[in-house]
């Protein structure tokens, strides 16, 4: 029998209603109510224990792009952030729209990765949008949901026949929410600063557009939609408008779309170029807003590697997307410091509702429950080092910047994956 006693710390557990200082067992590899006297033991003093965190939205890059990043490379980046679970994308090389690639990824994941790892499936076939991937095999190989992410299906009645499909398999449908002939050639938020620095405008109706259109798929199906990465306050006004008349969509933020705005981009830096763009404080703050009220529901990194070349170029022609896994809770526990959300609720937002939201038995400590748990030092303050990060690639907007709030273990399956 192994057995770990993770001891007085402030345990938060959403799924439970629990926020007090306890213990928590773990008991060969499950959460348990009590455990042996000679369990080995952390001591958690000071410490915030949770429910593994989730982040239900990242880029892993393999299969086809082990330059950029690999599932070793970016599981060993979610442990120092504090994940113990992580669905991934599909726009991988060649595409997950077929059972052999899902099983790939699953081995792969199965020999390197030390955090757990769910696939998604694509909804259409090498994500072009034109003939749905086959989803009910996509289902029976273990994809936990549907997404074209990185691209977004403009057929409005093949997106409504996807969702149809996903329906009957019981697969939430993920979707990166851009109208490409609004969208066009843009690489910033249309505004001010797209004017002033001379870059082409990307206006924010391109993601409510299609935040519309899943809105009104999702009503007439019945069935659950996730938009992802919302940037625009418009569209948050249409997820909480949705919501109130019982629709069943769900969205989530990103830590870079309510810490940075457009402003960021008058250095020309392109690793403040990211999908959907930086906007305005106005869509800033509506987001923390969202946040704040449970229109969007969840936090997620969107983390998306690149290679220092690709980057190192024009602004105009370099990739989209930026690293998150390992400063995405700091930069959400700002959150908690501005007052916007109380601590327990940020908690829900990476444990309890991410895994209600694909289907999970994860985020809740309930005895019996893997074994993940997550300790996090809610005040230590830190600086965070790009070339230090567990991940191939340097992309990130938050070099040099000081940080606080890190979580200092990470434990997956009641084996200790990570710690300070």
């Known amino acids: 029998m192994s057995a770990l006693r993770i001891q007085q710390g402030r345990v938060i557990d959403p799924a439970n209603h629990v926020d007090a200082v306890r213990d928590v067992y773990i008991v060969d590899g499950k959460i348990a109510a009590t455990g042996p006297k000679d369990a080995t033991v952390w001591d958690a003093t000071g410490k915030v224990v949770t429910p ?58 199965a020999a390197a990765a030390c955090v757990n790892v769910f696939p998604t499936g694509a909804i259409t076939k090498e994500l072009k949008g034109e003939e749905l991937a086959p989803i009910g095999s996509l ?37 990166h929410c ?32 299609m935040v519309m259109r899943n809105i009104l798929i999702a009503e007439d199906t019945q069935w659950h939609i996730h938009c992802q990465h919302i940037s625009s306050a418009n569209a948050v006004a249409l997820l909480r408008e949705a919501k109130r008349r019982g629709v069943p969509i769900t969205a989530e933020a990103c830590p870079h779309h309510f810490t940075l705005t457009d402003e960021s981009l008058k250095t020309y830096d392109a690793n403040f170029k990211m999908n959907p763009p930086l906007r305005s404080e106005r869509d800033r703050a509506a987001i923390v807003e969202g946040l ?83 300790i ?37 399956g009641g084996k200790i994956v990570w710690q300070e």
């Not at 549907?146 to 057929?155: A, S």
């Not at 050639?185 to 870059?199: I, P, Q, R, T």
């Not at 992309?395 to 997956?412: C, D, L």
């Open 52 to 109: 593994g965190l989730l982040d239900i939205h990242v880029h892993l890059r393999e299969p086809g792009r082990s330059d950029k990043e690999t599932i070793e490379t970016g599981t060993r980046g979610a442990a120092r952030g504090g994940f113990t679970s992580v669905v991934c994308m599909p726009n991988t090389t060649p595409a997950a729209d077929n059972t052999g690639t899902i099983a790939f990824i699953k081995q792969r994941a």
């Open 178 to 209: 851009q109208d490409y002939t609004l969208a066009a050639d843009g690489v910033a938020h249309e505004g001010y600063w797209s004017l002033a620095l001379g870059l082409r405008g990307w206006p924010a109706i391109a993601e409510d557009m």
């Open 376 to 412: 996090i030092d809610p005040d230590r303050p830190w600086t965070y080092d790009v070339g230090q990060s567990a991940s191939k690639s340097r992309n990130s907007p938050f070099h040099g910047w000081p940080m606080r709030g890190k979580a200092v273990a990470t434990i997956v």
């Open 139 to 175: 289902k029976k190989a273990g994809v936990v949901a549907i997404t074209d992410d990185g691209h977004c299906v403009q057929n409005n009645d093949l997106m409504r026949r996807a969702v149809q499909y996903a329906k009957m398999f019981e697969l939430p449908v993920l979707d």
């Open 292 to 374: 704040a009220d449970g229109t969007l529901d969840c936090i997620a990194s969107d983390h998306a590697p690149h290679c220092a070349f690709e980057k190192e170029v024009e602004f105009d022609h370099a990739p989209f997307g930026i690293l998150g896994l390992e400063t995405e809770l700091a930069l959400s526990l700002e959150l908690v410091r501005q007052k916007a959300l109380p601590l327990p609720e940020l908690i829900a937002k990476f444990t309890s509702i991410p895994a209600r939201i694909v289907r999970l038995n994860k985020g809740t400590l309930t005895p019996g429950a893997d074994g993940d748990v997550t």
